[in-house]
C-alpha cells in the first residue's frame, strides 16, 4: 500500500489574505504556487494574482482558477469527459502498470478514459477544471485503500461527476489581470511585478519526497505511469544542486537577491525552521516581524 503524507502542502488563504491586508498589498507573484487554490481565494478577495510552478498539472489548474474567469463545465461537458464516447478509440491500457499496485483494473481504465476525454476539452479553462476535480477522485481512491471500510463505494464516473460539477464554485472574475506560468522561480519572479512575493519554498531535496497525490496526477497528465515528477526539477533552481543543506542556502539567498523589487516579502515555514529562513531573510531586507499562529505554519514578512 502507497503511503500517504499526514497532508499535502497548504497554505491558509485567509491568513495570507490577513497579511497582505496588514502591509496593504494588493496584488501578488507566488513562484512555487503548487495547487492555487489559496491564489484563487486571494483572486475571489479582488486581488491581483501571478503564480508559477515547474509541475505542469499546477499550472493548468491554474488555468481554471487563477486565469479563467467565465468558463465552467456545464452537465453535457461533464457528461463527455466521465464516461467513454461512442466513436472514440481510447488508451485503455495507458495505465495499466498501475493496475494491482495502486488501483484495480476498472480504475486504471478510467484513468485511460479521462486523461483521453480532458485532452479534448476546448479550452485551458475547462482543462484546468476538470484536472482538478479528477485529482479530487485520485485522493479519493487513495485514501479508500488505507480506509477502506471508512468510505463508500463510489462508481467511478459518478465520482468524477460529483468531484468536477463542484469546480464551478471556483470561477469568479475580479476585473483584473491574473496569471500562471510554467516555470523556474526565478524566471516567474523576473516576469511580473507586484506588492508581495509569497514564498513557500520546497523542502530540500522535494522531488524524492513528493506526496503520492503529487507525483502520480503528474504522471497522469503525461500520460505516462512510469513518469517521475524529478523530471520536472531536474533542471531547476530547487533541483538536484541544491540537495545539500549549502546548496539549498544559496537557492533561497539567490531567490530573496532577485526579489529587490518586491515592496513585501513573505516566506512562510515552520517554527522550527525560522532561524534558518529568517537569517537568510535578514540578509536580503532590513526589517523582518515573525508571525507563528501555529508551530506547523509560520510566516516572516521582510520589508525594506
Not at 464516473?157 to 489581470?177: C, D, F, G, H
Not at 497528465?221 to 549549502?246: K, M
Amino acid at each position: 500500500m502507497i503511503e500517504l503524507n499526514e497532508r499535502t502542502r497548504r497554505i491558509s488563504s485567509s491568513r495570507l489574505h490577513e497579511i497582505l491586508m496588514r502591509y496593504d498589498a494588493h496584488s501578488l507573484v507566488d513562484p512555487f504556487m503548487g495547487v492555487p487554490t489559496h491564489l484563487n481565494y486571494l483572486k475571489r478577495q479582488g486581488l491581483a494574482v501571478h503564480g508559477g510552478d515547474v509541475v505542469e498539472w499546477f499550472v493548468r489548474v491554474g488555468e481554471g482558477l487563477v486565469v479563467n474567469d467565465f468558463t465552467i463545465l456545464r452537465d453535457s461537458e461533464v457528461a463527455e469527459i466521465v464516461e467513454m464516447l461512442p466513436g472514440r478509440i481510447y488508451s485503455t491500457d495507458m495505465f495499466k502498470a498501475w493496475e494491482g499496485v495502486f488501483f484495480s483494473e476498472e480504475q486504471c481504465i478510467y484513468l485511460g478514459v479521462w486523461h483521453d476525454n480532458v485532452r479534448n476539452l476546448r479550452s485551458d479553462g475547462q482543462t484546468g477544471l476538470a484536472i482538478l476535480g479528477l485529482w479530487n477522485v485520485l485522493c479519493y481512491w487513495l485514501q479508500k485503500a488505507h480506509y477502506p471500510d471508512d468510505m463508500q463505494d463510489v462508481p467511478p464516473s459518478e465520482l468524477a461527476w460529483n468531484y468536477i460539477r463542484q469546480m464551478e464554485k471556483w470561477v469568479t472574475p475580479n476585473l483584473l489581470r491574473n496569471t500562471v506560468r510554467q516555470a523556474d522561480v526565478l524566471a516567474t519572479i523576473g516576469a511580473q511585478t507586484a506588492d508581495a512575493l509569497f514564498l513557500a519554498p520546497p523542502a530540500r531535496n522535494a522531488f524524492r519526497t513528493a506526496d503520492a497525490r503529487i507525483w502520480m496526477w503528474e504522471a497522469w497528465w503525461q500520460g505516462n505511469p512510469y513518469f517521475n515528477i524529478e523530471h520536472d526539477y531536474r533542471e531547476s533552481l530547487f533541483g538536484t544542486r541544491s540537495g545539500d543543506e549549502q546548496g539549498y542556502a544559496r537557492a533561497i539567498a539567490s531567490v530573496l537577491s532577485s526579489a529587490q523589487a518586491f515592496p513585501i516579502i513573505i516566506m512562510q515555514t515552520t517554527e522550527a525552521k525560522i532561524p534558518e529562513f529568517e537569517a537568510l531573510l535578514r540578509n536580503a531586507r532590513s526589517n523582518v516581524e515573525i508571525f507563528t499562529p501555529h508551530p506547523s505554519e509560520a510566516y516572516l514578512i521582510g520589508t525594506k
